[in-house]
């Protein structure tokens, strides 16, 4: 789940109030549909005025002073009923923080890893209304050209207690995802983005390609590239065809 609010400001305050969107969703959810597992982003930029995933001083974004916000957001969700975190700030030391709360401990964290400054992300940020208000995120997410700093973040956050860890974007990244595959003995999850979503939509829109077949072959590969989880807005859509072979 993601959280849309009403209003937004600086210190992305409806990230963790107890009334927020996110918070109410999940309760909801959890309320009326018991079975459905929830797995919670926890990340600032969605509620925040300017954008970025972190708390901004000065035009800089401050990671320790993020640290706290994102503690009391991860809190507030389990609170509601989460079932899984999802930290996708890129903050460090972010899991650490998460996985010291006092009485959440079981409650797992599904950790953004590796997660690249990339143009991927674009027709989510339109939909969500995150994108920065200001600058870029290469500050705090990572060099698309730099595949080594990727391994480096992984393994920081299996040290710091990550339950998973993941891959993100897919398609453009399985050369991380097969070296994450091979490097870490960690249950492994590949984003598979809304930029990549949306260019096979407009394509198969247009006519220009098989729809079913390219999908399968995009969420195939990041399968045999080593993703035991793939998130992926293809899903209702694959489900729908495994279906169906399973049928024949």
């Excluded at 018991?34 to 925040?48: G, N, Q, S």
């Excluded at 001083?57 to 706290?68: A, K, S, Y």
């Excluded at 500050?139 to 891959?167: H, K, P, T």
Aim: one cysteine or more.
């Amino acid at each position: 789940l993601f959280g849309i609010p009403a209003c937004k400001d600086e210190m992305g305050t409806q990230a963790y109030a107890k009334d927020g969107i996110t918070q109410r969703a999940v309760s909801y959810i959890k309320k009326n549909y018991p079975e459905i597992y929830c797995i919670v982003d926890v990340c600032l930029c969605e509620y925040t005025s300017h954008g970025h995933c972190g708390v901004v001083r000065d035009g800089q974004i401050v990671n320790d002073e993020t640290l706290p916000l994102l503690c009391r957001m991860s809190v507030s969700l389990a609170e509601a009923g989460a079932d899984m975190i999802a930290p996708s700030d890129m903050m460090d030391g972010r899991v650490e923080a998460i996985r010291d709360l006092n009485g959440f401990e079981g409650i797992p964290i599904m950790a953004y890893s590796a997660k690249f400054a990339s143009a991927y992300y674009g027709p989510f940020r339109d939909a969500a209304h995150s994108a920065p208000g200001f600058g870029d995120r290469k500050s705090y997410q990572m060099d698309f050209a730099n595949g080594q700093e990727a391994v480096r973040e992984i393994a920081s956050d299996i040290e710091e207690g990550a339950d998973i860890v993941m891959v993100k974007p897919g398609l453009a990244y399985l050369d991380v995802l097969k070296e994450a595959a091979l490097t870490f003995d960690m249950p492994l999850a590949v984003y598979n983005v809304s930029g990549e979503y949306s260019m096979v939509k407009a394509a198969a829109a247009n006519g220009w390609i098989d729809e079913r077949r390219i999908v399968t072959e995009n969420l195939t590969a990041m399968k045999r590239a080593g993703a035991k989880v793939i998130i992926t807005y293809h899903a209702l859509d694959m489900a729908g065809w495994l279906e169906e072979e399973r049928r024949k």
